[in-house]
T-cell receptor, first 113, second 116 residues
Framework: AQKVTQAQTEISVVEKEDVTLDCVYE???????LFWYKQPPSGELVFLIR??????QNEISGRYSWNFQKSTSSFNFTITASQVVDSAVYFC??????????FGAGTRLTVKP | DADVTQTPRNRITKTGKRIMLECSQT?????MYWYRQDPGLGLRLIYY???????NKGEISDGYSVSRQAQAKFSLSLESAIPNQTALYFC???????????????FGPGTRLTVL
């Protein structure tokens, strides 16, 4: 069975701090995909990144970076120099062989001015 | 116009009523999905469809049914709504042929359903 764990329910930081959101996953599939989505207060789900299980390269996109480590089954997300607009719920998700996507419970990030 | 639309956006209904939530997409994607979101539980997959003739149960399909009327339309029905089906419902689409982004799911705006 596939499972995604986001142990941090809520995180609060002050603007300009760096923050890392943790994601740990479980799967028996050898080919799988990991995702991060952002859900701002307005409620929509915004796709941030997709990573396949064969690509362990870290990725950076502006202030966002992702660290994928198969050895620890983790796919962590770091926001550098956080801003108030980063306040949202962030979901990590895992999709395996049968495309059955499983989401973590989400981490609510609050960035205070 | 939004690529993935859901109707209605909000609905309040009573226990025992039949409810249909509709999803339409203009993205040309072949795959469509229905999820529900409950506080503290993230999103859970209800049903998914890889094409018009292919429907699959997700993690929590009991009490729900779906219909894929066309490639662009995927509806979710609650045959006899109950209060614990109160949730935020999301439709999503993905394209199995999109290369590096294949099967990345893109979500509609959500439908907030309240069952009294």
């Amino acid at each position: 069975a596939q499972k995604v764990t986001q142990a941090q329910t809520e995180i609060s930081v002050v603007e300009k701090e760096d923050v890392t959101l943790d994601c740990v996953y479980e799967t028996r599939d050898t080919t799988y995909y990991l995702f991060w989505y952002k859900q701002p207060p307005s409620g929509e789900l915004v796709f941030l990144i997709r990573r396949n299980s064969f690509d362990e390269q870290n990725e950076i996109s502006g202030r966002y970076s992702w660290n994928f480590q198969k050895s620890t089954s983790s796919f962590n997300f770091t926001i550098t120099a956080s801003q108030v607009v980063d306040s949202a719920v962030y979901f990590c998700a895992l999709s395996g062989f049968n495309n059955d996507m499983r989401f973590g419970a989400g981490t609510r990030l609050t960035v205070k001015p | 116009d939004a690529d993935v639309t859901q109707t209605p956006r909000n609905r309040i209904t009573k226990t025992g009523k039949r409810i249909m939530l509709e999803c339409s997409q203009t993205k040309g994607h072949d795959r469509m999905y229905w999820y529900r979101q409950d506080p503290g539980l993230g999103l859970r997959l209800i049903y998914y469809s890889f094409d018009v003739k292919d429907i699959n149960k997700g993690e929590i399909s009991d009490g729900y049914s779906v219909s894929r009327q066309a490639q662009a339309k995927f509806s979710l029905s609650l045959e006899s709504a109950i209060p614990n089906q109160t949730a935020l419902y999301f439709c999503a689409t993905s394209d199995s042929r999109q290369g590096a982004l294949a099967d990345t799911q893109y979500f509609g705006p959500g439908t907030r359903l309240t069952v009294l």
